[in-house]
């Protein structure tokens, strides 16, 4: 098996492309090729302890480059598809970039797939095409009500791979988790912006009153789901992956809080983001009846070891804090 990640140097793609090879012997995976355009969130030192792993290469490429697609594809028989710009408070300001990577891109890989004859896609989404729900949790079912410029070319990018299984017959899956937490994460979603900031002495910002409701996922937990969905996901089928935790953002704060040794003078209340989607929350009891899915990590202890990987690791972080903007309040996304 020759497998191809984008996005494989960004947060939840490295983690995943660990996985694959940690839990694959060399007679499963002959070779795993990352392509990955190492945008702000993309860091080829996320990937520094696979790098000597001799199924294990790495490109630096737009996914929107054609010709270089053509280069890679050869080989590859299945493709999980991370990249994407993903920062909801960025899609407000230049929506054409998550047009660009989330939309053409996405279609410039489904067309390379058809080309190279690959045999399984996945294609890695997000809970926010589905909108905002006051009550209960979304089944695969329901339709897309995207109120962003990152969750529209999300759905955007969902309806075109689907649409290449029901043309072209390609083996597409999609994937769609709730919000993602864990190490390396890039600071500008609101798990490690908080960490880091109160590590550092400073206050937080947090959106509104803190009512907005996400369900959280461990990094772990949700490469997991995708492993499960690229060995037995059905083409053509839509897979929810969940963390079974849903929270208020002003809980969240608070448990973040205590585990960085803070309290609540260190929050700053900041106007509330335009759109701000009141509440997510998916039904993966597809992905647990079909395939066996199941998160293992609850968040209480997934926090106290993120918490305690940030302070363990400033090095990896800190450099990225000076070059953040630092703007009120951070998406709470992967």
Do not use: F
């Given at each position: 098996m020759h497998v191809l990640v984008t996005g494989g140097a960004g947060f939840i793609g490295s983690h995943y492309v660990r996985k694959l090879l940690r839990d694959f012997g060399p007679d499963e995976l002959s070779a795993l090729t990352v392509v990955d355009k190492l945008t702000y969130a993309g860091r080829r030192e996320n990937l520094a302890d696979v790098e000597h792993d001799a199924r294990f290469l790495f490109h630096r490429v737009d996914i929107n480059d054609t010709r270089m697609l053509d280069d890679i594809f050869p080989g590859v028989d299945t493709v999980v598809h991370f990249a994407a710009e993903s920062h909801v408070d960025r899609s407000l300001e230049d929506a054409g970039a998550f047009v660009r990577t989330n939309i053409l891109g996405t279609q410039a890989l489904l067309t390379a797939a058809l080309r190279h004859g690959v045999q399984k896609f996945v294609h890695v989404s997000t809970d926010e095409v589905y909108g905002s729900i006051d009550r209960g949790s979304w089944p695969e079912t329901h339709p897309l009500q995207p109120n962003s410029p990152y969750s529209a070319s999300k759905a955007s990018s969902d309806l075109l791979a689907l649409a290449h299984h029901r043309t072209h017959g390609l083996d597409v899956s999609v994937t769609r988790c709730s919000n993602n937490y864990g190490p390396m994460q890039f600071p500008e979603k609101i798990i490690p912006l908080f960490v880091t900031r109160l590590l550092d002495g400073e206050s937080v910002p947090l959106y509104g009153d803190g009512a907005n409701i996400r369900d959280w996922?461990?990094?772990?937990?949700?490469?997991?789901?995708?492993?499960?969905?690229?060995?037995?996901?059905?083409?053509?089928?839509?897979?929810?992956?969940?963390?079974?935790?849903?929270?208020?953002?002003?809980?969240?704060?608070?448990?973040?809080?205590?585990?960085?040794?803070?309290?609540?003078?260190?929050?700053?209340?900041?106007?509330?983001?335009?759109?701000?989607?009141?509440?997510?929350?998916?039904?993966?009891?597809?992905?647990?009846?079909?395939?066996?899915?199941?998160?293992?990590?609850s968040l209480a202890l997934g926090l106290d070891s993120v918490v305690q990987w940030y302070r363990d690791n400033p090095q990896w972080w800190r450099p990225l804090v000076q070059g953040t903007a630092t703007r009120p309040g951070a998406a709470v996304l992967r």
């Open positions: 996922l461990h990094v772990e937990d949700h490469c997991q789901g995708v492993d499960l969905v690229r060995m037995k996901g059905r083409a053509g089928e839509i897979y929810n992956i969940g963390g079974g935790t849903e929270l208020t953002n002003r809980e969240l704060t608070g448990m973040l809080l205590e585990a960085c040794g803070a309290d609540w003078s260190r929050v700053r209340r900041v106007p509330d983001r335009k759109g701000h989607d009141l509440r997510y929350s998916v039904d993966w009891s597809k992905a647990r009846d079909e395939l066996g899915y199941a998160p293992r990590h």
